[in-house]
């Protein structure tokens, strides 16, 4: 049984940078898709980013040149660097992971989920 356990979130100014990690425990990810949703207040979870076992990265268009998605299968380890937050980031980021085969990382058809983080973008 996988657990997943996100860290880094917390409050920053619009502009700023976050990076948020999520560190798997209990098992291997390494030929896991892994990925990262939001969920805000009042809204549906949505997709931000995924990361396939071989690297291949998938991203929403709202965060595309803003975030970076990445992973360590040694360290069993994926991170979301955030750069250029605005307020409307501002949401519970949960990371996912699932072993193969993946469909499309993009859909919350995750096996896995972590219990989440919060970020928030205000000044």
């Known amino acids: 049984q996988v657990q997943l356990v996100e860290s880094g979130g917390g409050l920053v100014r619009p502009g700023g940078s976050l990076r948020l990690s999520c560190e798997a425990s209990?098992?291997?990810?390494?030929?896991?898709?892994m990925g990262w949703f939001r969920q805000a207040p009042g809204k549906e979870r949505e997709f931000v980013s995924a990361?396939?076992?071989?690297?291949?990265?998938y991203y929403a268009d709202p965060v595309k040149g803003r975030f970076i998605i990445s992973r360590d299968n040694a360290k069993n380890t994926m991170w979301l660097q955030m750069n250029r937050l605005k307020p409307e980031d501002t949401a519970v980021y949960y990371c996912?992971?699932?072993?193969?085969?993946?469909?499309?990382?993009?859909?919350?058809?995750?096996?896995?989920w972590g219990q989440g983080t919060q970020v928030t973008v205000s000044s």
């Open positions: 996912a992971t699932t072993p193969p085969p993946t469909q499309d990382p993009r859909l919350p058809n995750y096996d896995y």
């Open positions: 209990g098992g291997t990810i390494n030929n896991n898709a």
């Open positions: 990361i396939s076992w071989t690297g291949y990265t």
